[in-house]
């Protein structure tokens, strides 16, 4: 059964009022707000971070569509991984961190468990993987 694409829909607009309420129901959340005051002194404002953050995973189909339309309402808690994960990394972090197979799929895994403490690490690991690789590639030279 094919449904037809909705009509004078704009998607971007139902998004940007999707993060709103994200962002008014982060700010009344003790955990989040210490977070958000953490990169609110970055100089991107944090609905722009989500909404490009939120870009980006969609389009690379980190999550489900359904996951994303419930985040503004479900329990932050179900989701506090993924919501670190788009809170705490730039738009360019979070695209380097996905554009490395072997690092989408660890973000894969720790968003699975939910486990927002590894999300903090993801830079280190990161940074780690690319040791790794340039090790690994020395070696094969000598």
Known sequence: MNIPPTEGRNHHQDLGRSINTLIERLNADGFFKIVIGNIETTEEPL????????KIIINDELVSQLLISRLPTDDLNNHKALLYLLIRFTTVELQSFLNYKLLRQIIIIILEKN??????????????LVKLIIMKYFHKQN
Do not use: E, G, P, V
């Not at 486990?115 to 780690?128: A, F, K, S």
């Open 47 to 54: 609905a722009s971070r989500l909404f490009k953050n939120l």
């Open 115 to 128: 486990d927002y403490l590894l999300i903090n690490q993801l830079q280190q690991i990161y940074d780690n």
